[in-house]
């Protein structure tokens, strides 16, 4: 069995900065016109893609809540500006309630492919289910948070020159 990378302190990451679902997109497909990428996490290109995709559907269709309700009231009044608009940090470990969160080995393909499909979802449907931290947010404020999340993840994937 491998040892678990400390995500927290991985070198080489690539300096992201997302402003709109395009441009997660268009880091996506400059991704996919790679022959070799490199992971530098705990996971692969696939899993990171599908990982991107569970949440992109999940900002749509809803998901269970994975911490406890005060916990999630705290974050809520405390977290919600930081987390929407600072990078976030490498490391978090999901509860275990957040397993679903958490992609089976994934090829690359598959993975594009489930990422392209949620992507389009976000694109062109308007519903969003309240976030399982900090609870309701608008389109945009989605947006932004599936920018946070996706310039972390896609940070551990080194395009190989």
Known sequence: MLTAIDTKKVTGRRELHFSSLQ???????????????????????????????ITMNNSIDGAPPV?????????RVFMKRRILTR?????????????????PPTSFEEGLQSFRQAM?????????????????????????????HSELHLSFLVPVA
């Open 23 to 53: 441009d997660i997109a268009a880091d996506v497909d400059h991704l996919a016109g790679n022959k070799e990428i490199r992971p530098l996490g705990n996971w692969s290109a696939g899993q990171i893609l599908k990982h991107l995709a």
């Open 120 to 148: 389009q979802r976000l694109q062109t449907e308007t519903k969003r289910a309240p976030n399982v931290v900090v609870g309701p947010l608008t389109v945009e404020e989605w947006n932004q948070l599936h920018c946070r």
């Open 67 to 75: 911490l406890p309700g005060i916990v999630r009231i705290v974050l």
């Open 87 to 103: 990078p976030m940090d490498p490391g978090f470990r999901l509860p275990v309630k957040a397993s679903f969160m958490v992609p």
